[in-house]
T-cell receptor, first 111, second 113 residues
Framework: NAGVTQTPKFRVLKTGQSMTLLCAQD?????MYWYRQDPGMGLRLIHY???????AKGEVPDGYNVSRLKKQNFLLGLESAAPSQTSVYFCASRLATDTQYFGPGTRLTVL | KQEVTQIPAALSVPEGENLVLNCSFT??????LQWFRQDPGKGLTSLLL?????REQTSGRLNASLDKSSGRSTLYIAASQPGDSATYLC????????????FGKGTKLSVKP
């Protein structure tokens, strides 16, 4: 039982490049979330999903897209990376009323 | 706007001290509240979850209390150890269709040997 895993762990992009962050969970959780963590800002919700095939916007969705084609995977895409998207990205999953389980994070730097 | 505030932002104590971390939230209609631990460069580990109907939860040397009416929670750490050094995050779940957490900015704890 690996819990929540994130790929990649680190990435450096140039402005305008695109990339996809992968989150996978093996706990059969319905809910999945993408957060970003920035110094002095805490964790903020980017997008979330309440089940396979569904996605919705969170607090800071601009510049990101997501997909949940399979229940166990939640993908976060950056179509045209900007320096303001330099951050640590965390994925989390949960059952309906349980605690949230977090992945180890992806450190992204956009130059 | 639903906001979560943690005070202090940083705390340094000598080993063996008992300490209290504070969390306050603006909207008292919470579903549950969680305390997490985050080590440098790592993800978040859930420490304690308190349902809205509960007053406190305990795990080993950790005790978390919840006072919904005053919009406050505290995390009590007994007999602190250098291994307790980390950032502690408070997060509130307001329920609803999103089920996401509203996070405080954390308290960075340093326990000196």
């Amino acid at each position: 039982n690996a819990g929540v895993t994130q790929t990649p762990k680190f990435r450096v992009l140039k402005t305008g490049q695109s990339m996809t962050l992968l989150c996978a969970q093996d706990m059969n959780h319905e809910y999945m979330y993408w957060y970003r963590q920035d110094p002095g800002m805490g964790l903020r919700l980017i997008h979330y999903s309440v089940g396979e095939g569904t996605t919705a916007k969170g607090e800071v969705p601009d510049g990101y897209n997501v997909s949940r084609l399979k229940k166990q995977n939640f993908l976060l895409g950056l179509e045209s990376a900007a320096p303001s998207q330099t951050s640590v990205y965390f994925c989390a999953s949960r059952l309906a009323t349980d605690t949230q389980y977090f992945g180890p994070g992806t450190r992204l730097t956009v130059l | 706007k639903q906001e979560v505030t943690q005070i202090p932002a940083a705390l340094s104590v000598p080993e063996g001290e008992n300490l209290v971390l504070n969390c306050s939230f603006t909207d008292s209609a919470i579903y549950n509240l969680q305390w997490f631990r985050q080590d440098p460069g790592k993800g978040l580990t859930s420490l304690l979850l308190i349902q809205s109907s509960q007053r406190e939860q305990t795990s080993g040397r950790l005790n978390a209390s919840l006072d919904k009416s005053s919009g406050r929670s505290t995390l009590y750490i007994a007999a602190s150890q250098p291994g307790d050094s980390a950032t502690y995050l408070c997060a509130v779940d307001y329920g609803g269709s999103q089920g996401n957490l509203i996070f405080g900015k954390g308290t960075k704890l340093s326990v000196k040997p």
